[in-house]
């Protein structure tokens, strides 16, 4: 797969085909350890997917190619502090590498400031050395030292 894909990429509200298809991505087991995913119920999943228009704590895209390959957003939303998680993942392995990333984050960053959140954070496995490599480049820091095999990031819109 060439590496030029990533200038179709678009950010979209996800669907039931983006569900059913994360249900696949879900199921590998090395993406999983790499993002640090726990095992979701069917039944979880479709839970977690009804509720999303009444979160205000939670916001989703999923990227688009000709097909899924991902999905962005941000989690615990603080609005006092205008401070939210950052997250985002890129699926197939294919993809990565070609700047998705760095796509992805300017995206966020912008739907970020129009909600008032002037603070990001997140949290990386400590074996994820390319997603830390590019965390770093973006501005993002380490705040805590490493707990469990995950450290802890944050920057400063």
């Not at 990429?9 to 199921?27: A, K, N, Y």
């Not at 008032?116 to 973006?138: C, F, H, M, P």
Request: aromatic share 14%.
């Amino acid at each position: 797969m060439t590496k030029c894909i990533h200038r179709k990429i678009s950010f979209e509200p996800i669907d039931r085909t983006f569900l059913r298809l994360s249900r696949q991505w879900l199921e590998d087991k090395e993406f999983c350890k790499l993002i640090m995913a726990q095992p979701v119920s069917l039944e979880t999943q479709e839970a977690w997917f009804c509720s999303l228009s009444e979160r205000r704590d939670y916001l989703i895209w999923g990227l688009k190619s000709v097909n899924w390959i991902g999905a962005c957003g941000l989690k615990n939303i603080d609005p006092d502090a205008c401070s939210a998680e950052y997250w985002g993942y890129i699926f197939p392995p294919d993809f990565r590498g070609a700047g998705i990333g760095s796509k992805m984050f300017k995206f966020i960053c912008k739907e970020a400031c129009k909600s008032g959140i002037d603070k990001l954070w997140l949290r990386v496995a400590e074996t994820n050395e390319a997603a830390i490599s590019a965390y770093q480049r973006w501005g993002f820091s380490e705040t805590q030292s490493k707990e469990g095999g995950v450290i802890y990031m944050e920057t400063c819109l």
